[in-house]
Nanobody, 125 residues
Framework: QWEFVQSGGGLAQPGGSLRLSCTASGISLDSYSIGWFRQAPGKVREGVACISNMHNPYYADSVKGRFTMSRDNAKSTVYLHLDSLKPEDSAVYFC???????????????????WGQGTQVTVSS
């Protein structure tokens, strides 16, 4: 049974920064790509970023240049660094294992029922 425990997030001002963490158990993290998704009220869930087990990242156009993913396999933890935050980044963020093709990750979850618990990010002045 895969489990993802998230931490971080909270309230930030526009232009500010936050960091989200996603710690995995029941899975050999170094064998999988991990992705972050977000869902704002009244909107569909969208893929934000992912990182392959070869440390190749992917970023959605909406966050490219502002968000950065990293991973520490020894700690079974993946991080999402959110910089230059905008109000439209406000959402609940979720992490999960995602598909990988070659050395690249893809924003499709591997298991529909294995997600982190969600972390609220609110960007407001």
């Amino acid at each position: 049974q895969w489990e993802f425990v998230q931490s971080g997030g909270g309230l930030a001002q526009p232009g500010g920064s936050l960091r989200l963490s996603c710690t995995a158990s029941g899975i050999s993290l170094d064998s999988y790509s991990i992705g972050w998704f977000r869902q704002a009220p009244g909107k569909v869930r969208e893929g934000v970023a992912c990182i392959s087990n070869m440390h190749n990242p992917y970023y959605a156009d909406s966050v490219k240049g502002r968000f950065t993913m990293s991973r520490d396999n020894a700690k079974s933890t993946v991080y999402l660094h959110l910089d230059s935050l905008k109000p439209e980044d406000s959402a609940v963020y979720f992490c999960t294992a995602v598909r990988q093709l070659g050395g690249l990750c893809a924003m499709r979850e591997l298991q529909s029922d294995s997600w982190g618990q969600g972390t609220q990010v609110t960007v407001s002045s």
